[in-house]
């Protein structure tokens, strides 16, 4: 952590400010509480709850008694774990290969910068300004028959890392990173005899530790939050990711075992997430630390 | 045969430059670019000027999808719900990230909670978020938020299902959804503020707000600038909550370009008329961003 | 219209263990003789979910029976369904299965696409396939007489109603309203006597258009007209404003049609499940899927023929036509043909079969004996109905009125050209009328018919 920010530290010590900064704390937080955690709060009740307080008493405890059975019958009927799993790996591969295209490409457009980076650095940051849905289309007859290669990536998780990592966003950040890291020295290691794979993996990816904490965090959200995409290219069942299984069983699924199956498919990822994020909290104060 | 030695003179010198290392670093990019963005957004282009469902054989059809679809009079209705949608979803969605980012900021011990409560709603799945929003949305005086409001002496509101109401209830959703990314962003960048800046306003006196005003805006100025026409170009691709959410109803005051591209290319099976509308908003975000850069470029240099 | 994706369910226990049997019996081999040999692989659709385990497992001996009996095919089964939102993809990409079912709103604009395979020459003196009911088999055919598919199942659009809340509402259950005033009275007696809807309608995803087409067919007005060789938009008239004038009176006047008016089909079908909606118009193939698949207890559940007003002229039919892709070969289209008379047709046939169906059907709680419209003649649904009668687990009582109306009330066809269409834009004028008080019907009209005709005219 900093050792300051717009309040000193001697200043958080007087009296007023502590009292008007602790209120002001505590009210944000009672926002941020109930805007954010309270839906989930009311999920977590209503994944036990029957389909009838759900509907009828949303702010009721348990009128109907509490119906554990909810939960069982979404993970076993419904098949939550596999589902799990499925998103898992998608976000696992997106968040591999698009953090390899945007420090690779970063690096290049920021610090190696070969004659033809204006054009390309153009030309990657033209797709953010496309609308996605400009190619939706062309993308899926891409897929089903990749140019040069001519292999059908229907049914294969490579359908969706690949045309995820081609995000413009990413290689934005890491590129507007790097340009800031102070050029010394690069040339000092250039001098010393170094070539662009040292420069990268010794000196410029140590630095990136802020960065790649913040575009690993963009890529996996962005994964996990991926569902037309996948319903389109991925159509057997054994491998689609949560999105897609809950948006497909909510059609027919009783509104208590609904409510259930999403209790399930946020509470795993909670509680998965609530442990990264304090690497990413670790991470994000070294920031400091390397800028310091 | 001196041709080729000078080529290979060139390709040594080349390499010894370090191009070949360059373009090792560069080429996972362009690959990956090329294959799943710039070829298929070519595709699309070639296919605006053909009738075709991909099935029977393409016609060019010069200009005739693009008139088709001005032509159609669901194309205002839509245009003018884009319009609406980002001009709410700014007016809610752009300055919470960065008041909640200054906020966490200055936070100490209460900073992870403050942090996770702010990250909870992103890692809820979309489809998990639109149908727990769908149930609170329960337009019935017994739905969640109209119990709620009811303690507040207001509602029962119809949420989603009026005309009037129904995309402000969508832009509450998404901004939901949506504040956490940003506040992420906002408060990375925040790591990059000097503190020797606050350290000498301080120094000079300068209170609180002043602070923010004069030292922090101004330090995320550039951040904040691109967020923000990021912002406006993905609500002006606002998709997934009106179509699971309402369908673009009632009476179609939910249906947004997006969701008219859709149509035309996976419910009818136009592709020529679905491509060709994209490339217009394509073609409009395009100048409105270039148009927002050079009015700003001097903003964020000052 | 629209994906009915749960009466694969029945449909699968339907055609059950026992139909492996029927495939055998089945001659229909002269179109596929040239290939009958070729090793082919076929991707059959419509594959239950794993929701519906006992479906699934139904459905896989199917395959292995199927299999056996015709050792050169082999079936993979996949989960793809009907879904208008994204047909045009798969069939694009490639990735239709060789066979899967299309409701019979969008078999026309198929065929006239493209999108679905021109199977005439392998149906041509079919012995099974020549004994379907002219009149269901009809819908499978293009003006020119060519055939584009197989019907699987067939129902007619019907009144649906909730028995347990018209006694609640002091209403007879076994006396079904048969005029739209009807309706009206008891929508009012049953929002009166409970919280749920008395009468509403589902109005997104298309079926708003579809529906309000129904109810315009009970209030006596198609929505479009064949005019010798053209066909006209017929929005602007009089059944389809008094369908929507009916619909604003029980909305505002009388405050009985619930608060929800942005339901798809499938929300409408949980809240009929649910016991939250007193009456509505939907396909009457829903019982399988209400019972069967969304737990609603069947004695619940009313089925009766569409009601009319004096000027009504029938209602509208529905039902599932399989298809083949467009991209299959002579020799899989052939074999895709033979599991789908196999899988969806050999029920009605072979009595070892049927038995054995519904012996499993009952097990398992699956409906036997769900209303339907028989897709042979009225003798082979008699000696289907005989062989199952041991079976039936379903109140047939309770659907007299709607048995006995599918010999008389007419059923009508969907609107010929751009059905889906018209319907996605019908869909907001139902919006409408359901949620803004003071709606302007006629002005609404004069402009769907415009925008109605105009589809036409881009369609044809």
């Known amino acids: ?292 | 045969m001196p041709r080729s030695d000078t080529s290979m003179g060139a390709v040594t010198r080349w390499v010894r430059h370090g191009g070949a290392g360059k373009l090792l670093f560069t080429a996972p990019m362009l690959i990956v670019f090329g294959v799943f963005a710039w070829w298929p957004i070519l595709r699309s282009l070639v296919l605006s000027f053909q009738r075709t469902n991909l099935v029977a054989d393409p016609v060019w059809v010069g200009l005739r999808n693009f008139a088709r679809v001005l032509a159609d009079p669901l194309l205002a209705t839509a245009a003018w719900n884009t319009v609406w949608f980002t001009v709410l979803a700014l007016v809610i969605g752009f300055p919470v990230p960065v008041l909640l980012a200054v906020f966490i900021g200055e936070l100490r011990r209460t900073r992870t909670v403050a942090s996770v409560l702010v990250y909870i709603p992103i890692i809820i799945p979309p489809v998990v978020a639109v149908l727990l929003w769908k149930q609170l949305f329960d337009p019935s005086a017994h739905g969640l938020l109209n119990t709620a409001a009811g303690w507040l002496g207001l509602g029962p509101f119809p949420w989603l299902q009026s005309a009037e109401t129904a995309m402000p209830s969508i832009v509450v959703q998404a901004t939901w959804a949506g504040f956490g990314t940003t506040t992420i962003i906002y408060v990375a960048a925040l790591m990059s503020v000097p503190s020797e800046l606050y350290e000498a306003a301080e120094l000079d006196g300068s209170g609180v707000l002043r602070r923010v005003w004069h030292i922090t805006l101004p330090q995320l100025r550039s951040v904040i600038l691109l967020m923000l026409i990021l912002q406006v170009i993905g609500t002006f691709q606002v998709f997934t909550e009106p179509y699971v959410m309402t369908g673009g109803g009632p009476d179609n005051s939910t249906i947004t370009l997006l969701m008219l591209i859709f149509k035309y290319a996976f419910v009818v099976g136009d592709f020529g008329k679905a491509t060709a509308l994209s490339l217009m908003l394509a073609v409009f975000l395009t100048a409105l961003s270039a148009v927002y850069l050079r009015a700003t470029r001097k903003w964020k240099r000052s | ?460």
């Open chain 1, 1 to 292: 952590m900093k050792e300051r920010g717009i309040l000193s530290t001697s200043e958080r010590r007087r009296p007023v400010t502590r009292v008007v900064f602790t209120t002001l704390i505590a009210a944000v937080l009672a926002c941020l509480a109930i805007a954010a955690a309270g839906p989930i709060v009311w999920l977590a009740k209503s994944a036990v709850s029957t389909s009838q307080d759900i509907l009828r008493d949303p702010f009721g405890w348990w009128p109907g008694g509490i119906q554990w059975e909810n939960l069982a019958e979404a993970w076993t009927g419904m098949d939550i774990g596999r589902a799990l799993a499925n998103t898992l790996y998608i976000a696992a591969g997106t968040w591999f290969l698009g953090l390899f295209v945007a420090l690779t490409g970063g690096y290049s457009l920021a610090i190696l910068r070969p004659r033809y980076a204006k054009a390309v650095s153009g030309a990657v940051m033209a797709t953010l300004f496309i609308p996605g849905v400009v190619s939706l289309v062309s993308l899926y007859l891409t897929v089903i028959d990749v140019p040069v290669l001519g292999v059908n990536l229907i049914n294969s998780y490579w359908a969706v890392w690949l045309p995820a990592a081609a995000h413009a966003f990413n290689v934005l950040l890491v590129k507007n990173f790097f340009a800031e890291l102070p050029k010394e020295v690069f040339e000092a290691a250039k001098v010393d005899g170094a070539n662009s794979f040292d420069v990268f993996w010794r000196i410029v990816l140590p630095m990136s530790r802020p960065i790649i904490a913040v575009v690993s965090l963009l890529t996996l959200v962005s994964a996990w939050k991926e569902f037309l995409w996948p319903l389109l290219v991925l159509p057997s069942p054994d491998l689609q990711p949560l999105s897609v299984v809950l948006y497909k069983i909510s059609a027919t699924a009783e509104t208590s075992t609904l409510t259930a199956a999403m209790f399930i498919a946020v509470i795993l990822p909670l509680a998965f997430f609530l442990l990264f994020q304090k690497q990413f909290l670790r991470s994000a104060g070294q920031a400091g630390a390397v800028k310091g």
């Open chain 3, 1 to 460: 219209m629209l994906h009915h994706k749960n009466r694969r369910l029945a449909r699968t226990a339907m055609a059950g263990i026992v139909a492996l049997t029927v495939g055998a019996c089945s001659p229909g081999q002269p179109a596929t003789k040239a290939d009958q040999n070729a090793k082919v692989t076929i991707h059959v659709g419509n594959m239950p979910t794993k929701d519906n385990p006992d479906n699934l497992a139904l459905f896989n001996k199917q395959i292995a029976a199927f299999q056996k009996l015709h050792p050169n095919v082999t079936v993979i089964g996949e989960e793809t369904k009907f879904d208008p939102q994204t047909f045009a993809a798969l069939v694009a990409g490639g990735s239709m299965p060789t066979t899967m079912q299309v409701p019979y709103t969008n078999i026309q604009q198929l065929a006239v696409n493209g999108q679905v395979r021109d199977i005439t020459d392998l149906v041509k003196g079919d012995e099974v396939l020549s004994r379907v009911n002219p009149d269901v088999a009809k819908q499978t055919r293009n003006a020119e007489g060519r055939t584009f598919g197989v019907v699987t199942a067939a129902y007619t659009m019907a009144f649906i109603y909730n028995r347990s809340l018209y006694k609640k509402a002091g209403l007879d259950p076994d006396a079904p309203p048969k005029t739209w005033q009807e309706v009206r009275d008891n929508a009012k007696a049953i929002s009166k006597a409970s919280d749920a809807a008395g009468f509403t309608i589902a109005t997104t995803t298309n079926s708003g258009g579809w529906i309000l087409a129904t109810m315009a067919y009970g209030h006596g007005s198609t929505i479009q007209k064949r005019e010798g060789d053209a066909v006209k938009a017929s929005v602007n008239s009089s059944g389809v404003k008094e369908a929507l004038t009916f619909l604003r009176d029980v909305r505002w006047a009388d405050q009985a049609a619930g608060e929800n008016f942005l339901m798809n089909q499938d929300d409408m079908r949980n809240a009929i499940a649910a016991g939250r909606i007193g009456q509505t118009v939907l396909g009457a193939d829903l019982y399988r899927d209400l019972v069967g698949n969304r737990d609603m207890p069947g004695a619940d559940l009313g089925i009766a023929p569409l009601p009319q007003s004096s000027t009504g002229i029938g209602t509208l039919g529905g039902g599932d036509i399989a298809v083949a892709s467009p991209k299959a070969s002579a020799s899989e289209a052939a074999a895709a043909l033979e599991w789908v008379k196999f899988r969806y047709l050999g029920r009605f046939l072979n009595q070892e079969a049927v038995v054995e169906w519904a012996e499993t059907s009952k097990t398992g709680g699956l409906p036997v004996g769900a209303p339907e419209v028989p897709l042979f003649s009225a003798e082979i649904y008699d000696r289907y109905l005989k062989w199952i009668a041991d079976y039936v687990n379903v109140e047939r009582a309770n659907y007299t009125a709607y048995f006995a109306s599918l010999g008389t009330l007419p059923i009508l066809g969907e609107p010929p050209v751009a059905a889906q269409e018209t319907y996605a834009l019908l869909d907001a004028v139902t919006q409408q009328v359901l949620t803004k008080q003071d709606a302007d019907i006629d002005a609404a009209l004069t402009q769907l018919q415009t925008d109605a005709q105009a589809l036409i005219d881009a369609a044809q």
